[in-house]
């Protein structure tokens, strides 16, 4: 069964914008990650966060976590047109060895 | 290129016929995962080798799926007496060995059951 369940189920933007997807969780979680993945392809790794952090930046992602609420949002500034994927997010349990994946967002950036 | 690799791309079979998957993990990665996608859904974990030994099994893996890593290098998923609700992608994954270490995926094994 999936552990995350994102939230919007697909979201359609226009580029320059700003996406923001949200993930929840249900059991205590070592860590949690954000995949990304194109039409027919494998999933990318795109960033990890603690469950000791609150907040991640790597480059245009900022990733936010609250264990208290079991959410994350992935934020993505100024999109652009090959931002649209799927994306993941994923949490591996305290015995971090399996990788438990949500039902993913469907981002459409429009140029 | 030393990602991780899948192969076939594409297999199309008839239900019944057994098929068999091959995946080439990256070369140090001592972990190896097997995932099943169906459209418009995240992976589903099917199951989990460090190193040759299988450590864990999913419930959706039944007795009709068969995974081996001999020598701890590359794995093959074997699905006998396939079903139409076999269709899906297959994937492969690898990674270091620590906790949240990011999973390497290869681009899948899409099988069609007809």
């Known amino acids: 069964s999936q552990q995350g369940e994102e939230d919007p189920q697909a979201l359609s933007i226009q580029e320059g914008e700003n996406a923001t997807m949200n993930c929840s969780y249900k059991t205590s979680i070592n860590n949690l990650q954000w995949y990304r993945q194109n039409s027919g392809r494998g999933l990318v790794h795109l960033i990890l966060?603690?469950?000791?952090?609150r907040e991640k930046h790597s480059g245009r992602l900022r990733v936010t976590l609250d264990t208290s609420k079991k959410s994350s949002s992935l934020l993505i500034t100024a999109s652009r047109a090959a931002d649209t994927a799927s994306y993941f997010c994923?949490?591996?349990?305290?015995?971090?060895?399996?990788?438990?994946f949500g039902a993913g967002t469907r981002l459409f950036v429009k140029a | 290129d030393t990602g991780v690799s899948q192969d076939p791309r594409h297999k199309i079979t008839k239900r019944g016929q057994n098929v068999t998957f091959r995946c080439d993990p990256i070369?140090?990665?001592?972990?190896l995962y097997w995932y099943r996608q169906t459209l418009g859904q995240g992976p589903e974990f099917l199951t989990y080798?460090?190193?040759?030994?299988?450590?864990?099994k999913s419930r959706l893996l039944s007795d009709r799926f068969s995974a081996e890593r001999p020598k701890g290098s590359f794995s093959t998923l074997e699905i006998q007496r396939t079903e139409q609700g076999d269709s899906a992608m297959y994937l492969c994954?690898?990674?270091?060995?620590?906790?949240?270490?990011?999973?390497?995926f290869g681009n899948g094994t899409r099988l069609t059951v007809t």
């Open positions: 070369s140090e990665h001592n972990r």
């Open positions: 080798f460090q190193n040759e030994a299988q450590l864990e």
């Open positions: 966060i603690r469950s000791n952090e």
């Open positions: 994954a690898s990674s270091l060995e620590g906790v949240g270490s990011p999973l390497h």
């Open positions: 994923a949490t591996a349990n305290t015995g971090g060895f399996k990788t438990i």
